[in-house]
């Protein structure tokens, strides 16, 4: 509607995703990472889009994060708010085979000479659909580094051979 601003409508809705889906605890996390909108700044922008990336630790929260936007409504009741998207790949929930081979990756790593830690970071790649199938998979067993996903964000080139040497203690139990 003319003179009301969608961006301050979406900067509310924000803080609400953000705020009422995001619990470190419980292992879930939502994150806004694009927006856009807007003309110039002299005109009320009539249109603004986020992209919103969510992870959460099991199927059942899974269903709350739907519940939790098909409920959406506005703050100013002059303003619309359309949800498009969806699920795009099942949790990464841990189970015995994962924890399994976690452990015995662990044990790889001692042998390097590194420590393998154990962190739960809700999972966000390929990993997810694999371990879904139930198929014992980890993620996260990159370079060593810092500032994952940002403009910072950069690895340890020491971090390299041992990695390289835990793939391949990996692979040669597969024989």
Do not use: W
């Amino acid at each position: 509607m003319d003179g009301r601003s969608a961006i301050k409508e979406m900067a509310k809705q924000i803080l609400r995703m953000e705020d009422e889906l995001t619990n470190y605890d419980e292992g879930r996390t939502c994150s806004v990472g694009t927006i856009t909108g807007g003309t110039t700044t002299n005109v009320v922008p009539h249109e603004c889009k986020v992209s919103v990336d969510i992870r959460v630790p099991d199927e059942d929260y899974q269903q709350r994060v739907l519940d939790f936007f098909t409920s959406l409504t506005t703050f100013d009741p002059d303003c619309m708010l359309e949800v498009e998207g969806g699920i795009d790949r099942p949790p990464y929930d841990k189970f015995r085979g994962i924890e399994e081979l976690f452990e015995h990756a662990k044990g790889l790593a001692d042998k390097i000479g590194f420590d393998l830690e154990d962190l739960k970071t809700g999972g966000g790649s390929d990993g997810n659909f694999t371990g879904a199938l139930g198929i014992p998979t980890l993620d996260g067993l990159g370079a060593d580094g810092h500032g994952a996903h940002s403009f910072d964000e950069f690895i340890y080139y020491s971090s390299l051979e041992e990695r390289v040497k835990l793939m391949l203690g990996l692979m040669q139990t597969l024989e």
